[in-house]
């Protein structure tokens, strides 16, 4: 009967330790090295938009933020022309975390194990109008997620544009897959000739 009592106290004891040192862990800066995802809005703003494809036609925007366009929408900007677009986007945050009991008692969560995940959810729509008719209503949604550990978080900026990212190019593979019939309704019916 005497080693029992013995094996739970070292067991408690290393369980303790093991808690000291990860919660001083915890308390130490999370530093990361510079991410391309981690560019400034200015610097998105400022990048040309090669990836996009030109659309056959182009419209001016009357709702959105400019340099927070789909690239295809970015390049089809033009201060003269005849359609008008309207972008929105909203961004939606949820998070999941392992119960703080369970997680303090689990070994592998000093070892590293996903403690739970945070993430982001964009939903966009675009709308193109022909003065007041609306001639094309696109929207899209997508979610990014990342787990964390004790040691290291994901940025919730990082999330975002990652999500942003996503939807944007959603939407502009509507435009791409509609082009032709949007030109059309532009171009409208073909001159009759007289004969």
Do not use: W
């Amino acid at each position: 009967m005497g080693p029992m009592p013995t094996r739970r106290f070292e067991s408690l004891m290393a369980l303790f330790i093991a808690a000291s040192i990860a919660g001083c862990a915890t308390q130490q800066p999370y530093l990361v090295a510079p991410q391309i995802s981690d560019k400034t809005a200015d610097q998105v703003a400022d990048e040309p938009h090669a990836s996009a494809r030109p659309l056959p036609y182009k419209g001016r925007l009357v709702e959105g933020d400019p340099a927070e366009l789909p690239p295809a929408v970015a390049q089809a900007l033009s201060p003269n022309a005849p359609l008008t677009f309207t972008y929105r986007e909203e961004l939606t945050h949820d998070e999941y975390h392992i119960p703080m009991i369970i997680s303090a008692l689990d070994p592998v969560t000093y070892a590293g194990s996903p403690l739970g995940d945070y993430g982001v959810t964009a939903n966009a729509t675009l709308t193109i109008y022909q003065g007041d008719k609306a001639i094309a209503d696109y929207t899209a949604k997508a979610h990014v997620s990342k787990s964390y550990n004790l040691y290291s978080e994901p940025k919730h900026s990082e999330l975002e544009r990652a999500a942003r990212d996503a939807v944007r190019e959603r939407i502009d593979q509507k435009l791409y897959g509609d082009a032709d019939r949007i030109a059309r309704a532009v171009a409208g019916p073909a001159p009759t000739v007289p004969e």
